[in-house]
């Protein structure tokens, strides 16, 4: 059984989720991109080196995601912290399925609710 508190597991798992998106983020700005745009630039498609760095996008996007499970599971100590979860779960899972705009009319309500 957990000895951590709800704050404590729940701080955890933000800080694990926000460095798991920062990981992906600056891996694909720094590295996958540009190796992307030279390869595109010289004419070339998809090389060993660059299947390569894709496998390793994937796998940073992978880990990503699971922080984001762990997140979303993770009891939210207050509503302002339940606030920052929908955020992410919202921008990271639910954006690009929002049906007619939906979960994001009711994350805005929940924000100005909330401010």
């Known amino acids: 059984m957990s000895t951590a508190t709800p704050v404590t597991a729940w701080e955890q798992a933000l800080a694990a989720f926000e ?3 920062l990981r992906h983020e600056q ?3 720094a590295i996958l991109d540009p190796a992307v745009r030279a390869a595109q630039a010289q004419g070339l498609g998809l090389t060993p ?3 390569a760095l894709e496998d390793e996008g994937n796998e940073l996007c992978g880990s990503r995601y699971d922080a984001l499970h762990v997140l979303a599971a993770a009891p ?3 509503l302002p912290a339940l606030l920052v979860k929908l955020r992410h779960v ?3 899972a639910l954006r690009h399925e929002d049906s007619h705009g939906m979960a994001g ?3 805005a309500d ?3 609710l909330l401010s």
């Open 19 to 21: 460095a798991a998106r």
């Open 27 to 29: 891996f694909l700005a």
């Open 110 to 112: 929940l924000e100005r």
């Open 90 to 92: 919202y921008q990271e």
């Open 76 to 78: 939210a100590p207050d």
């Open 49 to 51: 080196q660059l299947s």
């Open 105 to 107: 009319a009711i994350l």
